[in-house]
């Protein structure tokens, strides 16, 4: 079945560094991929999706490009602050009557 | 336009109770999804409902159930609570265009159940 692999963490970073979380994925056909947030004590947020290879989804500085060729979706942004920290969920959603599909999550803590 | 609300935001049961988790989605929103989410298994989908029905089922025990109304509300059930119960259960909604993966789905702040 579809799956969703993401890098282990926890990642900490200092602040106004350079993010990267790996997100790769299984899927059959051509599935869309999103990228959620979610901040202590809430439910997820939609940060940004692609729903087709090469497309770029961007938010609030992150971004996030689907590579068909390497089955991947790896969440970038540039200058991290210290609200950044949060735990992020890498997800697909394949064609027809098939729920999301989430990665393990990866937690994320930015230091000023 | 109001997100997804759910109700109530935190409960503390005892085992071998029940509980009923309640759900309104976005204006407009037909499809209604729900996801148990606990540190060692992750997000797990639960069940999806459109128009009152159930069009997806994930793997739970019979114990969990759910029902959704005609405006499109749901509630999610869970009998003879079992410690392993305890999570945030998420509420999720989107529009409904025939199973497109286009779909985007949006969640709820959760509902906190702890099984004491």
């Known amino acids: 079945g579809d799956s969703v692999t993401q890098m282990e963490g926890p990642v900490t970073l200092s602040e106004e560094a350079f993010l990267t979380i790996n997100c790769t994925y299984t899927?059959?056909?051509?599935?869309?991929l999103f990228w959620y947030v979610q901040y202590p004590g809430e439910g997820l947020q939609l940060l940004l999706k692609?729903?087709?290879?090469?497309d770029k989804g961007s938010n609030k500085g992150f971004e996030a490009t689907y590579r068909k060729e390497t089955t991947s979706f790896h969440l970038e942004k540039g200058s991290v602050q210290v609200s950044d920290s949060a735990v992020y969920f890498c997800?697909?959603?394949?064609?027809?009557?098939?729920?999301?599909?989430f990665g393990k999550g990866t937690r994320l803590s930015v230091i000023a | 336009k109001a997100g997804v609300t759910q109700t109530p935001r935190y409960l503390i049961k005892t085992r071998g109770q029940q509980v009923t988790l309640s759900c309104s989605p976005i204006?407009?929103?037909?499809?209604v999804s729900w996801y148990q989410q606990t540190p060692g298994q992750g997000l797990q989908f639960l069940f999806e409902?459109?128009?009152?029905?159930?069009?997806n089922k994930g793997n739970f025990p019979g114990r969990f159930s759910g029902r959704q109304f005609s405006n499109s509300r749901s509630e999610m059930n869970v009998s003879t609570l079992e410690l392993g119960d305890s999570a945030l259960y998420l509420c999720?909604?989107?529009?409904?265009?025939?199973?497109?993966?286009?779909?985007?789905?949006?969640f709820g702040p959760g509902t906190r159940l702890t099984v004491l």
């Open positions: 999720a909604s989107k529009t409904f265009t025939g199973g497109a993966r286009t779909d985007t789905q949006y």
């Open positions: 899927a059959t056909g051509y599935p869309s």
């Open positions: 692609a729903t087709k290879a090469d």
């Open positions: 997800a697909l959603l394949n064609s027809g009557n098939t729920p999301l599909v």
């Open positions: 204006s407009g929103h037909r499809s």
């Open positions: 409902y459109f128009s009152e029905t159930q069009r």
